[in-house]
């Protein structure tokens, strides 16, 4: 069965710092593109990051170029976002998600998703 | 960036009625759109991929059309777990736009 669970959300200040973490199980994760996608509160969904297969290549929505980077480990099957100069605005629920191989950029598994809450 | 809209942004409707979403990208994507369904407190789920292609175990009541800049997503005959918001994403250019959502709900 295959299995994302996010961790590493939590409350943090303005200007603050988090890192968050996918684990995945149950797939080969060097196999697969993984991506970061990200719900304000009450609001739709919005695409954040993207990393290829064996991390060489990486994208980001403008919002977050420079605050946030993504990376992987293929040995520890994980997947991290560090989060940098928090604003209020990426306070959000964060998804990671497996991107389907072949036939485009879609997303067949999604974890439960980790909440990041920054306040002033 | 690709702006996606959708329409309508909510829909009422009773079980057994059919439903059509529709899905505008600013320019063409040929046919890279996926459609999700997301249930409240819930992670989406993929239904359609490349506009038309059903995901596995994905029932067959849901449908997807379209290319270039219109698409729609189908439901033939709605169900009470149905009952959701429904998001369209490009995925043809970075960043991967998603649509603002559509919320079916109970007529």
């Known amino acids: 069965e295959v299995l994302l669970v996010e961790s590493g959300g939590g409350l943090v200040q303005t200007g603050g710092s988090l890192r968050l973490s996918c684990a995945a199980s149950?797939?080969?994760?060097?196999?697969?593109?993984m991506t970061w996608v990200r719900q304000a509160p009450g609001k739709g969904l919005e695409w954040v990051a993207h990393i290829k297969k064996d991390g060489s290549e990486k994208y980001y929505v403008d919002s977050v170029k420079g605050r946030f980077t993504l990376s992987r480990d293929n040995v520890k099957y994980s997947l991290y976002l560090q989060m940098n100069t928090l604003r209020a605005e990426d306070t959000a629920v964060y998804y990671c998600a497996r991107v389907t191989r072949g036939n485009g950029y879609n997303l067949d598994y999604w974890g439960q998703g980790t909440l990041v809450s920054v306040s002033s | 960036d690709i702006q996606m809209t959708q329409s309508p942004s909510s829909v009422s409707a009773s079980v057994g009625d059919r439903v059509t979403i529709t899905c505008r990208a600013s320019?063409?994507?040929?046919?890279?759109l996926a459609w999700y369904q997301q249930k409240p407190g819930k992670a989406p789920n993929l239904l359609i991929y490349?506009?038309?292609s059903l995901q596995s175990g994905v029932p067959s009541r849901f449908s997807g059309s379209g290319s270039g800049t219109d698409f729609t997503l189908t439901i033939s005959s709605l169900q009470p777990e149905d009952f959701a918001t429904y998001y369209c994403q490009q995925t043809n250019f970075f960043p991967f736009t998603f649509g603002p959502g559509t919320k079916v709900d109970i007529k």
């Open positions: 149950g797939f080969t994760f060097r196999d697969y593109w």
């Open positions: 320019q063409g994507i040929s046919n890279w």
């Open positions: 490349t506009a038309s």
